[in-house]
């Protein structure tokens, strides 16, 4: 056996880049102040580098002769999760869940086997006892009939629980808290990160039991431990949202067996997550007509169009400099399109506070919002409202021109189904008409204001 020797490397937190000395800046991926230091243990054995394990006998097969027969999908009763999965669950994938604290993703977890009282599950718990876990389940209900809780972090114990088990599906909650004796760092650490996922891969690959993992994020939004985590799991899927309020968005940023342009969104209510599958109705107006200041955008997240009610606040600036504040959009974008205005269009907005804010505590980057940016803007600085069945689809370039969107048809469609009346779109894109909804087609800021305030 080889001589184990122990040394100290230092690892990006960000990346999982490698270095034998200290270094300011990681020289892979370029963050500043990423390195930690760890100890590694070289010439032991590794669990995830085993090659004793089953499967480490298969061959190398002509690609005519593998089986390309579609593969299993387990349903999770929860037709959001299981769209954004694809269509299901795979046999022998590995999903990680990620997010801030308190988003939710322990009670969706705990919520998928609550609802599949079919599939034996095994919900490895290392961050709330199995006391905490009953009390939970109480809350959300379901039948816990195949429901199994084991409260552990060493990885050993787990792996080989779950090989004597053999359940149809297995959570770990979460992987900075469990750790393998191969490695010496403490968990949390990216050796520990690194070797939980692969071995929970290995097992997943092995048995063909596919594992949900939960993963926290960093301050910085990225999965905490490296990025060699999203590398290692066949899906990736991160829950977004205010955790102050009750909306909650869970998107697949990676997927290997589905698009990952997709998006889900629950409500968190007294009973775990409930599934929004009309995400547009809360994302759009609950009064009545003549408010200023409002403006419904047409949008686009992936692969799903709603609709998002942008809203802003003009007022004469208190102070010598004027504030620009932008909640779930980008402020430089909102200072642009306010530059475009100022510039193209005539409007005086230097001396004004701007307030903007996206309705649910969604963030937005679809530039088809630049268009009802601009006209919730423009209706609280004159305190004029926009009619609640309007909405907009547009990009709104530097010259003050509009530009057309991707899938503008969509867009509109969708408009017209939630029983919109008039859209706004660019007048360079396709000019096709859909039923039930006035397609206004605009060029540029001014002919759309004009247009939109004084009716022309
Ligand atoms: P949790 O799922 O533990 O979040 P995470 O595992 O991502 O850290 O908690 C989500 C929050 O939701 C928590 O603050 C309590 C709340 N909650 C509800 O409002 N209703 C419920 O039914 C449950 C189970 C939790
Ligand atoms: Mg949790």
Not at 223 to 230: M, Q, R
Request: charged content about 20%.
């Amino acid at each position: 056996m080889a001589q184990v020797k122990t040394k100290t490397v230092w690892f990006c937190k960000e990346c999982g880049n490698e270095s034998p000395k200290w270094m300011g800046r990681c020289p892979a991926c370029g963050e500043w102040n990423t390195m930690v230091e760890e100890t590694v243990v070289s010439g032991k054995k590794n669990a995830s580098a085993d090659v004793s394990v089953p499967g480490a006998s298969r061959k190398p097969l002509p690609l005519s002769e593998i089986d390309s027969s579609v593969e299993e999908r387990i349903s999770l009763n929860n037709a959001e999760v299981d769209r954004i999965l694809g269509g299901g669950l795979v046999e022998g994938s590995l999903v990680l869940i990620g997010g801030e604290p308190g988003i939710g993703k322990s009670t969706l977890s705990l919520q998928i086997p609550l609802h599949c009282p079919h599939l034996k599950t095994l919900y490895v718990t290392g961050e709330e006892s199995a006391r905490q876990v009953k009390l939970r389940a109480a809350r959300i209900g379901g039948d816990d009939a195949g429901c199994l809780i084991y409260s552990e972090t060493l990885m050993e114990n787990i792996l080989s629980q779950a090989r004597s088990i053999m359940p149809d599906l297995m959570v770990v909650d979460s992987v900075q808290t469990m750790f393998s004796q191969n490695v010496e760092s403490s968990p949390g650490s990216v050796t520990q990160i690194k070797e939980t996922a692969s071995m929970l891969l290995r097992f997943a690959k092995d048995t063909g039991i596919p594992v949900i993992l939960i993963g926290h994020i960093t301050k910085e939004g990225s999965i905490a431990g490296p990025k060699i985590l999203e590398h290692i799991v066949d899906v990736v899927l991160q829950f977004e949202g205010d955790n102050r309020g009750t909306y909650r968005l869970l998107r697949s940023i990676k997927n290997r067996f589905g698009s990952t342009s997709e998006l889900a969104v629950f409500e968190m209510t007294g009973k775990g997550l409930r599934e929004v599958s009309n995400p547009s109705e809360m994302l759009t107006p609950m009064h009545g007509e003549g408010l200023s200041g409002v403006a419904v955008s047409a949008m686009l997240d992936g692969a799903r169009p709603f609709l998002i009610e942008v809203q802003a606040l003009v007022s004469s600036a208190a102070y010598g400099t004027p504030q620009r504040s932008a909640t779930g959009f980008d402020v430089r974008r909102l200072n642009m399109l306010l530059a475009v205005l100022e510039k193209r269009a005539g409007f005086k907005l230097g001396v004004k506070d701007v307030f903007l804010n996206m309705a649910g505590g969604l963030r937005v980057n679809d530039p088809a919002c630049d268009l009802s940016v601009i006209c919730a803007v423009l209706s609280s600085n004159f305190d004029f409202a926009i009619p609640s069945d309007v909405c907009f689809a547009g990009e709104v370039g530097l010259s003050g021109e509009v530009r057309p969107v991707a899938q503008t048809d969509r867009r509109i469609v969708e408009a017209a189904r939630l029983g919109f009346k008039k859209i706004y779109v660019s007048s360079f894109g396709s000019q096709e008409t859909v039923a039930g909804i006035e397609i206004v087609r605009v060029s540029d800021v001014t002919s759309l204001c004009r247009s939109l305030f004084k009716g022309d």
